[in-house]
Nanobody, 125 residues
Framework: VQLVESGGGLVQAGGSLRLSCAASGVSLKNYAIGWFRQAPGKEREGVSC????????FNADFVKGRFTHSYDDAKNTVYLQMNSLKIEDTAVYYC???????????????????WGQGAQVTVSS
């Protein structure tokens, strides 16, 4: 089982980026996908998660409706669309998964079993 992230990059403040998290070796349908980020000198923090079993989501307060999820069943890939990006969103973003058939996932990092390699997101002024 492997997670591969893509889609990071450099964007101006106010712009948008879409991160992808592709899974191989397991169907994501009964899993929750969490997104986390780590800025230089800071601890890794939770951003947003989605439980694909029921579509429920959970967002950190700083997201404030700017980020949304989508899922491509055929590609077994979850996307995080990030809009209205701010300079303080600059970080390495990680996706992670946990088995979650009942839609109970939160942003507790200890619950997640498998992690992607990370994608750099840089927001400039």
């Amino acid at each position: 089982v492997q997670l591969v992230e893509s889609g990071g990059g450099l964007v101006q403040a106010g712009g948008s980026l879409r991160l992808s998290c592709a899974a191989s070796g397991v169907s994501l349908k009964n899993y929750a996908i969490g997104w986390f980020r780590q800025a230089p000198g800071k601890e890794r923090e939770g951003v947003s998660c989605i439980s694909l079993s029921d579509g429920s989501t959970f967002n950190a307060d700083f997201v404030k409706g700017r980020f949304t999820h989508s899922y491509d069943d055929a590609k077994n890939t979850v996307y995080l669309q990030m809009n209205s990006l701010k300079i303080e969103d600059t970080a390495v973003y990680y996706c992670a998964v946990q088995y979650d058939p009942y839609g109970e996932a939160t942003l507790d990092q200890r619950e997640y079993d498998l992690w992607g390699q990370g994608a750099q997101v840089t927001v400039s002024s």
